[in-house]
């Protein structure tokens, strides 16, 4: 599979780009789900190793930096 990176882009009222925040590394990685609760915003997705397809959970507030990030699997 080809690189790929999951990509997060925040913008406010009026259009204007405030953040973006790519995760992953050289590795097949994307988001397929996304919620927003109580400002922070949460995706999970698809990510490959050499061998697994694992679940990544990350967590961004509305800054744009990474509270936390989970893998799974």
């Not at 882009?9 to 405030?18: A, H, I, N, P, V």
């Not at 915003?41 to 509305?62: A, E, M, Y």
Request: glycine share 10%.
């Amino acid at each position: 599979m080809p690189k790929r990176d999951g990509l997060v882009l925040r913008y406010d009222s009026s259009g204007t780009m405030e953040w973006q925040k790519t995760w992953g590394d050289d590795q097949y990685d994307a988001f397929t789900s996304i919620a927003i609760i109580n400002g922070m915003v949460f995706c999970s997705g698809v990510k490959t190793d050499d061998l697994n397809n694992l679940i990544p959970l990350i967590c961004i507030n509305s800054d744009g930096a990474c509270e936390y990030e989970r893998i799974f699997g």
